[in-house]
């Protein structure tokens, strides 16, 4: 079984940088809309409570990104989704799925950060403790945090495929992680290693890095999705497959619930 993920994950890997690779200019360009329309505004909010963590700040950074930052991250999403299953998308593509999700992008990001900001908090005030034994207690909350990062990478996906109520789509994006976690986690941590290349790099790696993390996401969102269709879906080089399955998938993730 772990043989099989680890397979899969590779395969994943390589049909996402292919992708990036064919769609290179639509790559760029949300990279710099993303850099620009939702990574901007939201270190902006988080260099305003750094230097003055005061309780409206930290409000107005939190609506900065629950509003902005999100929303904008998932109309990526949506475009480079139907990029990477029709082979081209315009900028119309990107604005619609920035303006149909928006509502309920914007309010499972606020569901997000929410429990990120309970999760930290509850992990600070351990590590920050006296007592050794809640300093260890700090070591699950910092596991949580990473589960979090994970269920991160599913959560826009089904937002916009599979619509429903947000605490739906958290639980969808939940149950797919729990259910296939090597390859969540060697995918995670591919995308962890392109954060670190774009740090180290600086300008010219950030200008790939949300186009890559989206493709990279989505099509491991649609090729996991292939065990839950009752067809059994295709490999991972059918991509005409991808264009569908996604609400009968979820459906069968629904059930596992009951």
Not at 135 to 149: C, E, H, K, V
């Amino acid at each position: 079984m772990a043989g099989e993920s680890l397979f899969s994950a590779w395969m994943v890997l390589g049909l996402a940088l292919r992708r990036t690779y064919d769609h290179l200019g639509m790559v760029v360009f949300t990279s710099i809309i993303w850099f620009v329309f939702s990574f901007g505004p939201a270190v902006y909010g988080f260099i305003a409570v750094w230097n003055a963590p005061v309780l409206p700040i930290i409000i107005l950074a939190c609506l900065i990104i629950i509003f902005i930052s999100g929303p904008v991250l998932a109309g990526i999403y949506a475009g480079n989704l139907k990029l990477i299953k029709t082979g081209e998308a315009t900028i119309r593509d990107y604005w619609r799925g920035f303006r149909d999700n928006y509502k309920l992008t914007a309010a499972t990001g606020a569901a997000m950060l929410f429990i990120l900001l309970v999760l930290a908090v509850d992990m600070a005030w351990f590590i920050r403790h006296p007592g050794p034994f809640f300093r260890i207690l700090s070591i699950p909350w910092g596991y949580l945090i990473g589960f979090w990062f994970l269920v991160a990478m599913y959560v826009f996906p089904f937002a916009i495929y599979k619509p429903a109520k947000w605490y739906k789509v958290l639980q969808r994006a939940v149950l797919l992680v729990l259910d296939n976690l090597v390859v969540t986690f060697i995918v995670a941590v591919a995308g962890g290693l392109a954060i670190y290349l774009s740090l180290l790099t600086r300008a010219p790696l950030v200008f790939f890095l949300a186009g890559f993390m989206t493709i990279l996401h989505n099509t491991t969102f649609c090729q996991l999705m292939y065990k839950y269709e009752d067809d059994g879906g295709h490999s991972l080089d059918g991509e005409e497959k991808e264009a569908g399955g996604t609400a009968g998938a979820a459906d069968s993730i629904d059930r596992k619930t009951t």
